[in-house]
């Protein structure tokens, strides 16, 4: 390594919380943070004392091969600049598919978590094989099936035990099936059902089917952390108190809350698949066990929420390429730290109560917010960085509210 600490690169996509967090976490360190804008946020990243360079190279969605043209040149340019590959963070499924889809090329270039060999990170982001990895001594999982053919569909019709959940097999970076179905998921009730969903959704990548877990608000809970390439294995669990829409929707509301076997879990998955890196595994308890229902192999919308609670995951990970010790705190994780992302929990007060309950949200909104420890996008200490993101709050309240009514 270079005296002077080479920096991180992050992918930033979606909303910009995850980007925003992942830089507060090198602050004070010396570490420089670039960022790479996959989706127009360039403006908004750029009011972050944080983050000391963004680069602006088009939109992923729109023009990808140009886009991937003029992201190499940087990476080249970078590569040579500091004499070794940087560590790469990519943030949201679309920052997880652009590494996937171009993982020989990115490898080249940057460090990409996953893989201890890095040899092939497709595994943690395709559903259908990710959940076909896991055996029963590894995991206890869902009924879960994947599709990608009417004729496999047919075969397996009287196996399937409705109702079941409907989700696309890779992630749906580019919300097609969210924008199809109206949410992350769909629910079928009987195989004509199922039929109708199929036929609307191929050809694409197929579909993964999971029995429905029926659960009430805060029952979800999730194990976030970071597994070394020499297998050590450091994390903190968490409980989903809201998720907008209640089954398949976005966490808006979460407490850090010690729940010991999900590190045991958590161990048995990550080991098996001899995984490096950050990650979040998402569990339901069902029948006296945890049922896992969701892995992001990437840096999760909460990362800022470990952070307060004393655990840093993206300094673990560049300590671990770095060799360098950083002081990172010991202990376990604080408990009962509370995190909120205003701007889709307002979409709850406004959108997600059928009764229109919009008093009683509004109260309940307000006395969460004063408690949350950690507050998606905020930093009351970057006045500049707060007022270009209310500055976007009506836009987005708007184009996001169908996503958010009650289901």
């Not at 995984?275 to 992001?296: D, M, R, S, T, V």
């Not at 929420?305 to 300590?319: D, H, K, R, T």
């Amino acid at each position: 390594m270079n005296e002077k600490r080479a920096p991180v690169v992050i992918l930033a996509a979606g909303s910009n919380i995850t980007t925003l967090a992942l830089a507060r976490c090198f602050r004070g360190t010396g570490i420089p943070v670039l960022c790479v804008d996959l989706d127009g946020g360039a403006n908004l990243l750029r009011s972050a004392r944080s983050i000391q360079e963004t680069f602006s190279i088009g939109t992923l969605t729109s023009s990808s091969n140009r886009f991937l043209n003029r992201f190499l040149d940087l990476a080249d340019r970078l590569k040579r600049d500091w004499g070794q590959r940087l560590l790469l963070f990519p943030t949201e499924d679309t920052g997880l598919r652009f590494c996937v889809d171009q993982f020989d090329e990115f490898k080249k270039r940057f460090v990409v978590l996953g893989d201890t060999e890095e040899r092939d990170v497709a595994k943690f982001f395709d559903k259908g094989r990710f959940f076909s990895m896991l055996s029963g001594e590894v995991a206890v999982c869902p009924w879960t099936r994947f599709f990608d053919s009417k004729d496999m569909l047919f075969q397996s019709a009287d196996e399937i035990p409705f109702p079941v959940v409907v989700k696309p097999a890779r992630k749906d970076i580019h919300l097609t099936f969210q924008k199809r179905f109206g949410a992350k998921l769909a629910l079928a009730e009987s195989f004509s059902a199922l039929q109708r969903i199929f036929e609307d959704w191929l050809p694409t990548d197929g579909v993964v089917l999971q029995e429905l877990l029926s659960h009430k608000e805060g029952d979800e809970v999730c194990w976030c952390g970071y597994r070394s390439r020499e297998g050590r294995i450091t994390g903190m669990t968490v409980r989903e108190l809201r998720k907008y829409p209640r089954i398949g929707g976005t966490a808006t509301f979460v407490r850090s809350e010690e729940i010991p076997r999900l590190h045991e879990y958590a161990s048995q998955i990550l080991n098996s698949m001899d995984f490096w890196g950050i990650c979040e595994l998402e569990f339901l308890p069902k029948q006296g066990a945890y049922k896992i229902l969701e892995c992001n192999a990437r840096p999760w919308l909460q990362i800022g929420l470990a952070l307060e609670a004393g655990l840093n995951v993206p300094l673990l990970a560049y300590s671990d390429i770095d060799g360098v010790d950083y002081n990172l705190p010991a202990g376990k994780p604080k408990e009962n730290i509370y995190w909120m992302s205003p701007e889709y929990d307002a979409l709850r007060c406004l959108f997600g109560d059928k009764k229109r309950r919009l008093f009683a949200n509004l109260l309940e909104w307000r006395r969460d917010l004063r408690r949350a420890d950690d507050i998606g996008l905020w930093d009351l200490k970057e006045p500049r960085l707060v007022a270009a993101r209310l500055s976007s709050y009506p836009g987005k309240l708007w184009k996001h509210r169908s996503l958010f009514r009650a289901r």
